[in-house]
């Protein structure tokens, strides 16, 4: 088995891009390195010790009528104990995407697949599938975001998000606070027969520096902090607040290049 997870992007972009004008074609290639691997405050490897790498490819294509077209992958590779991670140790995920703006607001509607390739003896290979929406509001002060992602085929629910973000600019530099807090509410709960009502799912709160370089390269530092506020009745256990167990501390380093 192949854990490349530069194969998809790779080919995604190729035919894309043999497709469209050059001109109205953007793309970004990032690769990273993660102390660990947190997805809507929850943990994703057995041990939160885990390095994850994480790889991102992206291709927008502008001018679809009034906004632009996103195809993009997304990969995570669990650095150690492979084979004792819990069905995620290689994760894809698919996302196409539309985006346009109507004044100072942004929006956005797609569908992502989540695709697990290592999954566990008995778990299907896509691990979930939603359909979107997000906007945003952008202005100079804080700039106000909310989205709803639906899951109608393995978890038959919801997560909504709201957040607030500031970019600060300083010549090649730019400094972006966010905090956002995550809702939800599913009938198969993490795809199992657990229904979970509608409850406070998480609080995340990131830091992330970027530095541009020459020819649309650039360097990142991404901090984060996940707190997962799911009530001990739906986790089915009861975990302390702390580091070991609901909180997670989160750093990446990136490099990528956005053309």
């Not at 057995?46 to 994850?52: E, G, K, L």
């Not at 002060?141 to 978890?155: D, L, N």
Request: hydrophobic share 45%.
């Amino acid at each position: 088995m192949t854990r490349s997870p530069w194969i998809a992007p790779l080919a995604m972009l190729v035919c894309a891009s043999a497709a469209a004008h050059a001109d109205d074609l953007t793309y970004q290639l990032e690769t990273s390195v993660a102390s660990s691997y947190v997805s809507r405050g929850i943990a994703q490897y057995a041990d939160r010790d885990v390095a994850s790498n994480q790889n991102t490819a992206t291709l927008r294509l502008d001018h679809v009528g009034p906004g632009a077209l996103t195809l993009s992958t997304w990969s995570a590779v669990a650095l150690s104990r492979y084979d004792d991670q819990p069905g995620t140790a290689l994760e894809l995920d698919v996302t196409a995407s539309y985006a346009f703006n109507a004044g100072p607001i942004a929006l956005s509607s797609g569908y992502i697949a989540y695709l697990f390739p290592a999954h566990a003896v008995g778990t299907p290979l896509d691990g979930g599938h939603e359909v979107f929406a997000t906007a945003s509001y952008d202005n100079p002060y804080v700039v106000p975001a909310v989205g709803v992602w639906v899951e109608p085929v393995r978890q038959l629910g919801a997560y909504v998000t709201l957040g607030a973000s500031h970019d600060f600019h300083y010549k090649m530099c730019t400094l972006s606070p966010a905090i956002s807090v995550g809702a939800a509410a599913y009938r198969k709960y993490l795809g199992a027969d657990q229904q979970a009502t509608p409850h406070l799912n998480d609080v995340t709160a990131g830091l992330a520096s970027r530095v541009d370089l020459d020819g649309g390269a650039y360097a990142a530092l991404r901090l984060s902090y996940a707190l997962r506020t799911t009530p001990s009745d739906i986790m089915g256990s009861d975990e302390a607040w702390g580091m070991a167990g609901r909180s997670t501390l989160v750093a990446v380093v990136a490099v990528g290049v956005a053309r």
